[in-house]
């Protein structure tokens, strides 16, 4: 962005000192950009795609985060292989439930956010400052939230720190709650909770708590319909992501179909109805 009186030099406002928060940045110059700040005219009414179900354990050394790919407006599919799932810098995720459009452009804001601060700094935040900042930024959109657009992430990461998994949950209100071991948010995450509790083993490796992902969320689409299952046809299977000491990645769909293919196999031959 350059001055319009054809300078070519950066206006003031980049120029001056200030915060190691983007957000904060942008709340000073340009707020018009935040998301928050976009509310709907007085009495409408906007009905809007909506993520659903998302699903994070911790496992021996790390902690992985799956999401299904459905969008939902109403009764209607309004997507059938939406990301839900992103990493947020290089050793956290966030996965997003909610007005999936609002979440995304949140998410976006995140990870600028975090990308502004390091570079700022010349460190990484802590694992628990960003999990707090993505609570800051959430009680920002409040107001949206009053009128419908809500935005409920989990935020999970690798804390350097402590070497171990840690997972975060919010409410709409911007409060930030540690979760130990599991947590799942969305339409679907009361079944995918059941399945967690039942399935779950601190013990666990990385290979055993992917399974127990994409096994959650298939028992959470076989009790919501706005949870999408593996998608065996269109070849649409969960987005995963994992973060150890080497960082966050995703798990690439070869690996995943294998797995989803070894649940509906021993379903069936167990006659899970």
Known sequence: MTRGDGSGRLPSAYLVPGSSSFTEFLSAHD??????RRPLPA??????????????????????MAGDRRATMGNII????????????????VGIAGTAGLAIELVRLFQVELEHYEKIEGTLMSL??????LASMIRGNLGMAMQGLSVVPVFAGFDLEESRGRIFSYDVTGGC???????????????????LKKLYRRDLDAAGALRVAVEALYDAADDDSATGGPDV???????????????????PDDDIAPVVDTIIRERSE???R
Do not use: C, Q
């Open 177 to 195: 709650y540690e979760e130990h071991d599991h947590h799942s948010v969305g339409s679907g995450s009361l079944f995918a909770r059941g399945a």
């Open 31 to 36: 707020p018009g950009l935040l998301p928050s």
């Open 270 to 272: 167990g006659g899970a």
């Open 128 to 133: 628990e400052g960003k999990a707090n900042r």
């Open 233 to 251: 046809g269109r070849r649409i299977w969960p987005t995963v992501g994992l973060v150890d000491p080497e960082g966050a990645r995703f798990v």
């Open 78 to 93: 309004a997507n059938r292989d939406m990301e839900k799932v992103f990493a947020t810098d290089e050793f956290s995720l």
């Open 43 to 64: 009495g409408a009414a906007l009905e809007a795609p909506h993520g659903t179900t998302i699903v994070t354990l911790t496992f021996d050394g790390g902690v992985v």
